[in-house]
């Protein structure tokens, strides 16, 4: 290893073939953040068509393979990887390792992505147009009606789901083999921990949606009848392998932001987090139930009521962990010295949204009421609140608050408040709306309505077009920070900063903690 | 138990085997799980497959259940079908007999089978068919009809409280796949 000590390789190769955790993971964040650009793209031609009612600018079949690939891309493509860039920057950082366990493999978990992607956005090309079931990709929908590219779908999900694992087991190699000396698992900073914790969900529940897929494939083209009825198949046992991958795949999303939010409110408190051990058994119950409660989002399937009332019961109950976090952050807020930083509007405006978004989960968790809400708008509002407000809101605050250790340059502070501003009226003008509409049992997925919704989806769309223009001011703002940014030099870029990542110099140097840290009493 | 001495790679091993484990879990456990679990708790509405034998059990006449039949065409199955009486009041433990009324309007031999649902779901264990045209597949000559039987009987030990049982058919086109199914032997 004669060029262990040097900087990077220069050109293209450095990003082809490099195996450091940080470039790998500024590949992560930038796809992430095209993938969220492309989704919302699509999520703008959405709210452009239903703007006003009537057929406006697309097509029936092009609105539903909007609808189907705006959430696929989100999800697989925005969410997901956003948080794992996250976990290549940061966790070796903040656990004094030198880089990631694995770190060719971290190569190919990134580069099979984009392939993926592309072959899931080529769809659009193809004779009979791209998936058009829904991004739950219901059977028989998926299967018997499905247009033609409906195989390529199944093998980008087969893609990314095989990045997702190999990514997981990473991290959990990572997290498992490479503390420093005297890091003990009760001393991990609390990102590391809901890390960890997602990574564990990944490995168990990605497997079974590659099951899923790989049962559709059968389906189309070998005869089996997994889930068509004429051949002794079952369309319902699709919804429930789906949503027993589905429902711990929303905690995959969430828990991750669960830990940035609890790193940065902390540090704009300028107080210790409040709880810490009971942030890290609430994650790991939340992780547990995940997995028993997948069938609430099938109340209409036709259960027996002794199967309603377990998951609903077993669904309420969730509120009891996620209660112990959102009161140990308002706790960790109460009687600090805040101040209000663009990363900490995004954490407060995430404490706000997401625990709304928590309560009409709730109302969505009781069996006999949600017959009326099921599959209408008020689930889209509901789940926009706790993955737009809940994930990317603390993603938007993750960006803002490490940008400066990655990049050695401040961002525009006024700028970002502005942001963060547009951000949260647009977000609520968008979605809130969606609530009521959704409550007068406007469906979801459908690209006309009753025209009493007029007003309301009016607003969404003009909301919804705010929202994604902010996001423009936030590309600016970080693309003006890492060119002609403000330097900073300090190693603790913000005063109340706590954790190893913030000991190493800024800009963080390509190679760091090559000798481990010796973890002194303020660190450990 | 260690996989392997560099702990990485321990990890490593031990991570792979439960995603593969995964994988494999939702083939081997999940399906039939799922059609076990639908089968001995009725769930889901669906009836044995398999023909009932009767058992010698007396006829409860004190009380009486009304059966009623639905018949319903899948999606783009062109056939005629339907029940040739749309309800029945039948006794528990007492045997049973009805028919189907299926035609086949297109010019081609197509083969059909229909697939039972029973509703209310509860009742789906005490719904005994001793002969079923849903058991096998329907063949059917072009421009013929036939009349389908059905045999069945509805247990004793049917819960007090259920007094209705509506049976219903869905009828699906699956002459691609048996023909499939004859290229491919």
């Known amino acids: 290893m004669g060029d262990h000590h040097h900087g990077p390789a220069t050109g293209i190769g450095r990003w082809l073939f ?53 959430g696929l891309v989100m999800v697989f493509g925005a969410i997901m990887p956003s948080f794992v860039g996250l976990a290549n920057w940061l966790i070796p950082m903040m656990i004094g390792a030198p880089d990631m366990a694995l770190p060719r493999m971290n190569n190919w978990s990134f580069w099979i992505l984009p392939p993926g992607f592309l072959m899931l956005a080529s769809t659009l090309f193809m004779e009979g147009g791209a998936p058009a079931f829904g991004w739950t990709f219901y059977a028989p929908l998926s299967t018997t009606y499905a247009a033609p590219s409906v195989t390529f779908f199944i093998f980008a999900i087969h893609i990314l789901g095989v990045s997702s694992i190999m990514g997981s087991i990473n991290i959990i190699a990572t997290v498992m083999n490479m503390r420093a000396p005297g890091m003990t698992y009760m001393k991990m900073p609390l990102f590391v921990w809901t890390w960890l914790i997602t990574a564990f969900l990944l490995v168990a529940v990605m497997p079974v949606l590659a099951g899923a897929v790989t049962m559709m494939l059968m389906d189309i083209h070998f005869g089996t009848s997994f889930f068509s009825a004429a051949g002794g198949g079952d369309p319902v046992l699709f919804q429930h392998i789906f949503w027993f991958f589905g429902h711990p795949e929303v905690y995959i999303i969430i828990l991750p932001a669960f830990g940035v939010v609890s790193q940065i409110i902390p540090a704009f408190s300028r107080k210790p987090l409040f ?20 069938a609430h989002h099938m109340y209409t399937v036709g259960m027996p009521v002794a199967g309603e009332l377990f998951f609903m019961y077993a669904t309420m109950l969730i509120a009891v962990p996620t209660g112990v976090k959102v009161f140990n952050w308002i706790t960790t807020m109460w009687r600090g010295a805040l101040s209000f930083e663009t990363p900490m509007l995004f954490c407060i405006g995430f404490l706000i949204l997401f625990t709304i978004g928590g309560f009409t989960g709730l109302m969505l968790s009781i069996a006999p009421a949600d017959f009326q809400y099921h599959d209408t708008y008020f689930v889209v509002a509901h789940f926009h609140y706790v993955m737009v407000a809940g994930a990317v809101f603390s993603m938007t605050a993750a960006v803002y608050y490490w940008l400066p250790k990655w990049s050695g340059r401040m961002y525009n502070e006024t ?23 959704g409550l007068a049992g406007m469906p979801r997925r459908i690209p006309d309505y009753a025209l009493q919704f007029a007003d309301f989806n009016m607003m969404s769309s003009i909301g919804a077009f705010i929202y994604g223009a902010s996001q423009i ?13 403000e330097k900073v030099t300090d190693e603790k870029v913000w005063d109340g ?28 | 138990m260690r996989l392997s001495a560099n702990p990485t790679t321990d990890t490593v091993l031990k ?7 995964m994988f494999a879990f939702v083939f081997v456990v999940m399906v039939p799980l799922y059609n076990v679990l639908c089968d001995a708790l009725g769930i889901n509405g669906k009836t044995s497959a398999q023909a009932y034998t009767a058992v010698d059990a007396a006829v409860d006449t004190g009380r009486s259940i009304t059966v009623q039949f639905i018949a319903t065409n899948n999606d783009g199955m062109p056939w005629e079908f339907r029940p040739q009486v749309t309800a029945m009041a039948v006794h528990p433990g ?9 035609a086949n309007p297109t010019t081609q031999d197509m083969v059909a089978q229909a697939i039972p649902s029973v509703s209310p779901s509860r009742a789906a264990e005490y719904f005994h068919k001793t002969e079923c045209f849903c058991f096998n597949q329907q063949p059917l000559g072009g421009e013929s009809n036939t009349l389908m039987p059905l045999q069945f009987i509805v247990d004793q030990d049917l819960p007090k409280d259920i007094k209705t049982i509506t049976l219903s058919y869905t009828l699906f086109d699956v002459t691609a796949r048996v023909s499939d199914q004859i290229a491919a032997r």
């Open chain 1, 18 to 70: 490099t195996t450091n955790h940080k470039d790998i993971g500024t590949m992560y964040l930038w796809f992430s953040f095209a993938m969220f650009i492309l989704g919302g793209t699509f999520a703008m031609i959405i709210r452009a068509e239903l703007f006003q009612p009537g057929m406006q600018l697309v097509e029936p079949g092009f609105f539903n393979q909007m609808t189907t690939l705006h």
């Open chain 1, 275 to 294: 709880g810490y051990a009971s942030m890290v058994y609430a994650t790991a119950s939340i992780a547990f139930l995940s997995f028993i409660v997948w």
């Open chain 1, 415 to 437: 700028m970002g408040k502005v942001h963060f501003w547009i951000s949260f009226v647009g977000f609520n003008i968008t979605f809130f709306p969606q609530h009521f509409v």
């Open chain 1, 473 to 485: 001011l936030f590309l600016y703002n970080v693309l003006a920070t890492i060119i002609a940014g």
């Open chain 1, 497 to 524: 900063a706590e954790g190893l990542e913030w000991t190493i110099p800024t800009p963080a140097p390509y190679h760091t903690f090559e000798v481990p840290p010796k973890l002194d009493a303020a660190h450990a």
């Open chain 2, 15 to 21: 991570l792979a085997t439960v995603s593969v484990a």
């Open chain 2, 94 to 102: 007492a045997a049973n007999d009805t028919v189907f009324f299926a």
